[in-house]
Antibody, heavy 122, light 111 residues
């Protein structure tokens, strides 16, 4: 069974940093592109970033480029993990952050975690 | 920046058919695949349609997708509406830099 479990959310002050993680299981992790998608309270979905299976290619939404870094650890010892390092956070970054897997073709997100909440507030 | 525009809300009665539109802001929406996701309150999204009109395994054939190049829009149709279909629906595609884009979402009410 495919499982994605996010962690690392919390309350952080404006200008602060936070590192999110996503533990993946039930599939061959390094065969799949992984994404982060966020949802501000009461708002719609916003795509944040994606990383290729081998970690060699990354893409970011304009709203987070230069502040967020996506990475992954495909080693068996890491328990197959996806990360999102976030810097220079603003109140606009307050959201539920979902980790999601792209299907084999890469065209859509076939499995999602339940999300981890990031609140940026003074 | 490329944007996808959806109606804020739609409503229809049980048993009827409803169609939700998704209009691209520029270029041709037909140049890139369109996907559709359903999100029930308090839950993560789930995929309904991928590659314009394909259904993932387990999605009922009451759900169908299409793309109309002439109007630069995609559509999600749900037939035989059920109360359980009440949810938010999002279209998704890609911009010219192959970055992913979501529509603003449509709240479906089944009266």
């Amino acid at each position: 069974e495919v499982q994605l479990v996010e962690a690392g959310g919390g309350v952080v002050q404006p200008g602060g940093s936070l590192r999110l993680s996503c533990a993946a299981s039930g599939f061959t992790f390094d065969n799949y592109v992984m994404h982060w998608v966020r949802q501000a309270p009461g708002k719609g979905l916003e795509w944040v970033s994606l990383i290729s299976g081998d970690g060699g290619n990354t893409y970011y939404a304009d709203s987070v480029k230069g502040r967020f870094t996506i990475s992954r650890d495909n080693s068996r010892n890491s328990k197959n993990s996806l990360f999102l390092q976030m810097h220079s956070l603003t109140t606009e970054d307050t959201a539920l952050y979902f980790c999601a897997r792209a299907d084999g073709s890469g065209w859509y997100l076939d499995y999602w975690g339940q999300g981890t909440l990031v609140t940026v507030s003074s | 920046n490329f944007m996808l525009t959806q109606p804020h809300s739609v409503s229809e009665s049980p048993g009827k058919t409803v169609t939700i539109s998704c209009t691209g802001s520029s270029g041709s929406i037909a140049n890139n695949y369109v996907q559709w996701y359903q999100q029930r309150p308090g839950s993560a999204p789930t995929a309904l349609i991928y590659e314009d009109n394909q259904r993932p395994s387990g999605v009922p054939d009451r759900f169908s997708g299409s793309v109309d190049s002439s109007s630069n829009s995609a559509s999600l149709s749900i037939s035989g509406l059920k109360t359980e279909d009440e949810a938010d629906y999002y279209c998704q595609s890609y911009d010219s830099r192959h970055l992913w884009v979501f529509g603003g979402g449509t709240k479906l009410t089944v009266l």
